[in-house]
């Protein structure tokens, strides 16, 4: 019998993957809107923007009502957010294919498996793999567990038999910081940075 998510932990419940699943969702929707070709959009940008997009959606749901148990852990280039503390990350791919980035655990995951070496769960990465549309809308959503690089589980989240989601932002802002103006320099550092935001991209585009 295959094992579900809830049989690796029984933090990792259907209702909270089927819920990040949805903020990617919007993520990928608000990216698809803003898609504009005639100034200058290409895939490229539509994938660096749907991955980015996604981030701040789970990022600004954690903690709120409802998704109390919506962690962050690194809100960075190696992106990493929490389901009742257990680490995930998610990528843009087939779910049976993950990336080599993906495959790899951060330091935290790394730190776990040291720690655990009699839990049935060690060793083990958990993963949220989405697929896309033609559009780069996402099509569907599993969830992935995987074990020495390889998908050991792939269970589908049943996105349509969801309910609604609802997210509930305080209307509070941060206030604004005054920022330095702007730099002139080098124009190859800039390419140099736009190549590392492409391989950062990369592991969730």
């Known amino acids: 019998m295959m ?20 903020l990617l969702a919007l993520g990928r929707g608000s990216a698809v809107d803003r ?3 005639t100034i200058g959009d290409d895939n490229w940008t539509l994938g660096v923007c ?19 148990w919506l962690g962050m852990i690194d809100p960075g280039k190696h992106f ?34 040291d720690l655990e070496p009699g839990v ?8 949220i793999g989405v697929t896309a549309d033609v ?3 996402l099509l569907g959503a599993s969830f992935v567990a995987l074990r020495n690089d390889q998908p050991e589980v ?10 609604p989601l609802i997210v509930l932002i305080d209307d509070a802002r941060p206030d ?12 190859r550092g800039d390419e140099h940075e736009r190549i590392g935001e492409i391989d950062t991209a990369s592991d969730g585009v």
Not at 154 to 163: D, H
């Open 80 to 113: 990493q957010f929490s389901i009742g503390g257990i680490p995930m990350r998610f990528w843009r791919g087939d779910p049976a294919e993950p990336t080599a980035k993906i495959s790899i655990a951060t330091p935290l995951e790394q730190l776990l498996l």
């Open 50 to 68: 749907a991955y980015n997009y996604g981030c701040f959606q789970i990022a600004r749901a954690a903690g709120t009502p409802g998704f109390e």
């Open 35 to 37: 898609f504009d070709p």
């Open 135 to 137: 559009d780069g809308a």
């Open 120 to 127: 049935p769960t060690a060793g083990m990465l958990f993963r």
């Open 3 to 22: 094992m579900r998510p809830w049989d690796y932990h029984p933090e990792l419940t259907e209702d909270r993957l089927v819920k990040v699943a949805q």
């Open 176 to 187: 604004g910081r005054e920022l330095p103006p702007p730099s002139v320099g080098d124009l």
């Open 154 to 163: 792939m269970w589908p989240l049943p996105l349509a038999e969801a309910e």
